[in-house]
């Protein structure tokens, strides 16, 4: 509306001065002072001619006047019209960038906490591994603990065995074949055992990485969805305005609570006001503009829709 003012300013302004150049000219054109005839005698009717034609100049020009004051008062009114309809062009634009300017700062706010939950999420998986990484090194040192407990038993057993070599050199012998054997075997079982446990440590943390991550992407999954559904009412509520017929009764601040049940297509297949304004002609004309609205905008995502069991409710605030 504001444009097509800003359009009409030009052709307005000309026309004015055009009505003013007009109007100028006839003033200066006009030869106010009666004008005498040379007559000769017996001429007396030029006279009565001369103030006829004044009379009939100063009827056209209070014709003029009053025409041009006709065209002005309506040339006023109509600037009036357009600057009210500049007002209120205005005024609901003014509306739609705060509408916007909130459903952005809604949607930054959504992403930012779903930034957030991801980063809590990598700094969990991150601290997981690195108790797997302290798990191994403290596996590691263990191993080599024993090792060391093993050599220095086998370096006693060998200082016994040296001191006791000529008594009894077929015993010291046949024990050190033994204690070989035991200790291989017990390295052999406790290396086993290490493995086994090893392997269920690791698969234990597997599967609750894997429920971890599934349990993370479902809870994303949730809030988009969400997103996706405040974002689907508001298109519904634009639509559902626009087709709403203001009955005599609304009043300013008057609201209803809707529902409203839908078919895969988007078709409406009943609409019914769950929280009533007060006002039952109003109610109805809520459900009117519903059932007007048929078909609605389809969600982009058809999860959207089988979340709400193709039923959605909303609150109607014109």
């Known amino acids: 509306m504001l444009e097509k003012l800003r359009d009409n300013i030009r052709p307005i302004t000309f026309a004015v001065l055009v009505h003013a150049a007009l109007i100028a000219l006839l003033v200066v054109g006009l030869d106010w002072t009666p004008k005498v005839q040379p007559q000769s005698a017996g001429q007396t009717p030029a006279v009565q001619a001369s103030v006829v034609d004044e009379a009939k100049v100063q009827a056209e020009m209070r014709r003029k006047k009053e025409e041009d004051l006709r065209k002005k008062q309506q040339e006023q009114e109509r600037q009036k019209k357009l600057e009210e309809q500049a007002k209120q062009a205005e005024k609901a634009r003014v509306d739609e960038e705060k509408r916007l300017a909130e459903a952005e700062a ?52 060998k200082r016994h065995q040296e001191l006791e070599q000529k008594r009894i050199a077929e015993e010291k012998r046949l024990a050190e074949e033994e204690t070989k054997r035991k200790i291989e075997a017990e390295k052999k079982q406790k290396a086993e055992e290490e493995e086994r446990k090893r392997r269920e440590a690791k698969k234990l943390l597997e599967e609750q990485i894997a429920a971890e991550e599934q349990a993370a992407a479902a809870a994303a999954r949730e809030q988009e969805v969400r997103s996706l559904l405040a974002q689907y009412t508001a298109l519904i509520k634009q639509k559902v305005t626009r087709n709403w017929i203001k009955p005599p009764s609304a009043r300013p601040g008057m609201s209803c609570t809707v529902r409203v049940r839908l078919i895969p297509g988007g078709e409406v297949t009943g609409a019914q006001v769950t929280v009533s304004s007060g006002d039952a002609v109003f109610d109805r004309s809520v459900e009117s503009a519903v059932l007007r609205s048929s078909p609605l905008p389809l969600p982009p995502d058809p999860a959207v829709l089988e979340s709400i069991n193709r039923e959605i409710e909303f609150v109607f605030r014109p």
Do not use: G
């Open 106 to 157: 809604q949607r930054k706010k959504a992403v930012e906490e779903a930034a957030r939950q991801q980063r809590e999420e990598a700094e969990r998986l991150e601290k997981l591994k690195q108790e797997q990484v302290a798990i191994e090194q403290k596996r590691q040192q263990e191993e080599k603990r024993l090792a060391e407990i093993k050599e220095k038993q086998a370096a006693e057993e």
